[in-house]
């Protein structure tokens, strides 16, 4: 059943993620489907990969995960998302704007998330978090 939960909980903050990511882009002006698409793919990898690390850590550490670990984790999740962009966008898009563009993006959608998380861990609203 713990496993059961926490595959829950990714799918939540993934839901979560990909809903907070897509209205950045659409509110920075990116109306472009590939560039939509790109990034939800990249999401679909990405996010699932860092919250089972995460997972596994606590489990492992027994302990609270650090900020500098989630940043790094943050950090290589900007730089794997700014180069699968460039890589199909250079001729449309200058680096500078797409490095921009993927900073906002994960940013807005992890402070966003860091808020629902530590909102949840005061007031239970899901049983199985």
Request: aromatic share 20%; hydrophobic share 60%.
């Amino acid at each position: 059943m713990l496993l059961l939960n926490e595959f829950i909980e990714v799918l939540f903050y993934l839901g979560v993620t990909l809903i907070i990511e897509l209205l950045v882009l659409l509110g920075l002006g990116y109306f472009n489907k590939k560039y939509i698409l790109i990034l939800i793919l990249v999401n679909l990898v990405t996010n699932p990969i860092y919250s089972i690390f995460l997972a596994v850590y606590s489990h492992l550490f027994d302990s609270e995960m650090g900020i500098i670990l989630v940043l790094i984790l943050e950090i290589i999740i900007i730089i794997s998302e700014f180069y699968i962009v460039l890589k199909y966008f250079k001729d449309k898009y200058s680096k500078f704007e797409i490095m921009i563009t993927v900073f906002f993006v994960n940013g807005f959608s992890f402070l966003l998330i860091e808020f629902i998380k530590y909102v949840f861990s005061y007031y239970p609203l899901f049983p199985i978090f």
